[in-house]
């Protein structure tokens, strides 16, 4: 008998299910004349801006906190690793946390852990306090976390958008965080500069506990235990996910050329083109609005017209030729023409993979798939420096252009050869 009934019942339990989903997607529905926009994404893109502002405005006062303190380029090096090791070791660990426990918990816990770096920041009398502000970077990922919000809300159709669109709100911030943090250096100091970012990160945690839900999957996790968290046989089942190995080694042949070339890109700047540092921010603001107007609303515009795959295929095309011209330039102008179609390259190819390699599992480990992925990019920021360096030194810069042009052109062979989305 019971047998009979399972089908009804699981068909009615199924029913409810999608009531359920319905009533809790209208929920969180605002509308704004003809637009309707989901709350919680929309204080995802606020808490994002806010999260970003925050970050450069401590950014732009490391530097000088650091040399005020006595740390010299050595060890302000050192500095920079310990954050980007930390970034590395926890982006995983983040994206499982999101996974098991919910975004809200996850979230709250990226910014507890900005607003702790900060404080320790603001606080640094010594060299000690100033390395132990780098530490909780291990939970520092307010931009992983909100992509996770993004995937689990949003429609999979219009993922690659959505993830595009968040862009636009972290650049914002990058604009705003060293124009805010100048200000507050100027009239007050370095450390008045740390405690306010200290202090927008805690609003952005009141932000999270107001709007953010406590669960934003629409499945349930199982298992929430700890040990859940170090599972190591999940960690092998996600890489080895279908499609996930080869979609990360697309990313890192894609990001390993720009990101060496990012890391040298001061010296480069003064040394090659002795470029004053007034015109130095005016060309890294040039490249974050290419950037932000790409994965803003190009892709989006791209997808209504072409596939996914053709974005793929015809932006590595596009940087094979742009690194190679990369090789070639001699002055500012040139160095700007080239970088527009690069950019529009590297964006538009980063936010298809990112968007691809959520859906290479299911819905319960998209987080964890996120954090895997930003953990390639954190590998990648750690050793570039090291290589970037050797790089100059040994064959000065055209060899960053023709490193790109080798990489973008093995990498477009096999997109031409083989379907990846």
Avoid at 7 to 26: A, F, W
Avoid at 53 to 69: A, D, E, F, H, K
Avoid at 243 to 267: C, R
């Amino acid at each position: 008998m019971a047998e009979n009934n399972e089908g009804p019942n699981k068909q009615l339990l199924d029913d409810l299910r999608s009531g359920e989903n319905r009533v809790h997607e209208y929920k969180h529905n605002i509308h704004v004349f003809r637009w309707t926009l989901n709350k919680v994404i929309l204080m995802t893109h606020v808490n994002l801006l806010l999260y970003s502002t925050c970050l450069w405005i401590q950014s732009g006062t490391l530097p000088y906190l650091s040399n005020r303190l006595g740390v010299n380029s050595v060890w302000y090096g050192y500095l920079m690793t310990v954050f980007a090791i930390c970034q590395l070791a926890g982006a995983p660990l983040f994206g499982r946390f999101g996974d098991l426990f919910g975004l809200r918990a996850a979230m709250n816990l990226a910014f507890i852990s900005s607003a702790l770096s900060y404080l320790l920041l603001s606080m640094s009398s010594s060299v000690t306090l100033l390395f132990l502000s780098r530490l909780p970077a291990l939970f520092m990922h307010a931009v992983q976390g909100s992509m996770m919000i993004v995937t689990d809300l949003g429609d999979v159709e219009k993922r690659t958008d959505a993830l595009g669109k968040l862009r636009i709100s972290y650049l914002i911030g990058m604009v705003l965080g060293p124009m805010i943090g100048g200000q507050i250096t100027q009239h007050f100091s370095e450390e008045m500069a740390a405690f306010v970012a200290c202090m927008g990160s805690i609003l952005s945690i009141v932000l999270v506990l107001l709007f953010v839900p406590h669960r934003t999957k629409k499945v349930e996790v199982a298992d929430k235990s700890g040990s859940a968290l170090l599972d190591l046989s999940k960690w092998k089942e996600l890489i080895f996910a279908p499609g996930t190995l080869f979609l990360l080694s697309l990313k890192m042949a894609t990001e390993t050329p720009i990101s060496i070339f990012h890391s040298m890109f001061q010296v480069i700047a003064l040394e090659t083109f002795n470029l004053p540092a007034d015109q130095n921010g005016f060309l890294m603001s040039y490249i974050g609005v290419l950037t932000m107007l790409v994965q803003g609303v190009g892709v989006g515009v791209l997808l209504r017209k072409v596939s996914e795959n053709s974005i793929l295929k015809w932006a590595s095309f596009l940087m094979v030729w742009s690194y190679l011209s990369l090789a070639f330039v001699g002055s500012i102008p040139q160095l700007c023409m080239v970088l527009a179609p690069l950019t529009v390259g590297l964006a538009s190819s980063n936010i298809v993979i990112n968007s691809a390699l959520t859906r290479t599992v299911s819905d319960i480990d998209t987080g964890s798939m996120l954090g895997l992925n930003m953990a390639s990019y954190s590998l990648i920021r750690t050793v570039s420096p090291t290589i970037g360096g050797y790089m100059l030194q040994a064959f000065g810069f055209p060899c960053f252009g023709y490193l790109g042009f080798l990489l973008s052109l093995i990498v477009t062979i096999i997109l031409f050869q083989k379907k990846v989305v």
